[in-house]
C-alpha cells in the first residue's frame, strides 16, 4: 500500500461496548502516532509508538483506551466500555523515524469515525 | 505550555482571491512548524515545513512564512480554487526532547464559485 490505512472507516456502537480500531503504517516507518479529532479541533495526541513499544501515552485519556504494535508494524486502538464523550475521528499517523526534532513528516491515515450512541 | 493559536477559525473567500491565514506559537525551544491541509473525511497532509533558519517557503500556489522572533507564521494562498476548500492546520515541532507535535484547531476555508 503506497499509504497509511485504517479500518474500519465508520464505527457506530452503543454506550459501554468495546471498539477496536486498526492502523497499517507505511511499510518501513517505525514511528507511529493516534490522535483523536473532534469536529472543528485539531488532532489531540493520544500515544505514540516508536517500534513496538509505546514510547509515550501520556494523551491516553483514561485507562479504557489502550493501544498495541506487536511487531512494530500495524497497531490497534482499544477502547473499552465506550461512552458517548469517545466519539469522534481517530487517526493514525506513521513517519520514517520521530527523531528528536521532528523533522520527518507524519503520514496520516483517513481515519476511522467512532459514533457512540 | 506549548501552544498554537490560529486565526481566522473559519473564512469564506471568491474563487480566484488571495487569502492568509494566521499562525502564533509558543512551542521552545523551537524546531521547525507544517502547515497541513486536511480535506473533509481525510487525513491532514503536509504542504510545507520550515525550520529555524527560514523565512518564506512556496509549494505552488501556497506560500508560507515564518518570523522565529515574534513566533508567527502565515499561509498565504494565491488564485483560490474551489478545492482549497479545506481545514489548514498549524503545527510547531520542538527540538529534543518531546516527539509530539503541537496542533492548532485549524482555521476552515471555504471557497465559493
Known amino acids: 500500500g503506497a499509504g497509511v490505512s485504517q479500518t474500519p472507516s465508520n464505527k457506530v456502537t452503543e454506550k459501554g461496548k468495546y471498539v477496536e480500531l486498526r492502523c497499517d503504517p507505511i511499510?518501513?516507518?517505525?514511528?507511529l502516532y493516534w490522535y483523536r479529532q473532534s469536529l472543528g479541533q485539531g488532532p489531540e495526541f493520544l500515544i505514540y509508538f516508536q517500534g513496538t513499544g509505546a514510547a509515550d501515552d501520556s494523551g491516553l485519556p483514561n485507562d479504557r483506551f489502550f493501544a498495541v504494535r506487536p511487531e512494530g508494524s500495524v497497531s490497534t486502538l482499544k477502547i473499552q466500555r465506550t461512552e458517548r464523550g469517545d466519539s469522534a475521528v481517530y487517526l493514525c499517523?506513521?513517519?520514517?523515524?520521530?527523531?528528536?526534532?521532528?523533522?520527518?513528516?507524519?503520514?496520516f491515515g483517513p481515519g476511522t469515525r467512532l459514533t457512540v450512541l | 505550555k506549548n501552544q498554537v493559536e490560529q486565526s481566522p477559525q473559519s473564512l469564506i473567500i471568491l474563487e480566484g482571491k488571495n487569502c492568509t491565514l494566521q499562525c502564533n506559537y509558543t512551542v521552545s525551544p523551537f524546531s521547525n512548524l507544517r502547515w497541513y491541509k486536511q480535506d473533509t473525511g481525510r487525513g491532514p497532509v503536509s504542504l510545507t515545513i520550515m525550520t529555524f533558519s527560514e523565512n518564506t517557503k512556496s509549494n505552488g500556489r501556497y506560500t508560507a512564512t515564518l518570523d522565529a522572533d515574534t513566533k508567527q507564521s502565515s499561509l498565504h494562498i494565491t488564485a483560490s480554487q474551489l478545492s482549497d476548500s479545506a481545514s489548514y492546520i498549524c503545527v510547531v515541532s520542538a527540538r529534543g526532547g518531546s516527539y509530539i507535535p503541537t496542533f492548532g484547531r485549524g482555521t476552515s476555508l471555504i471557497v465559493h464559485p
Open positions: 499517523a506513521s513517519s520514517a523515524d520521530s527523531g528528536t526534532s521532528g523533522y520527518n513528516e507524519q503520514f
Open positions: 511499510s518501513g516507518h517505525t514511528a
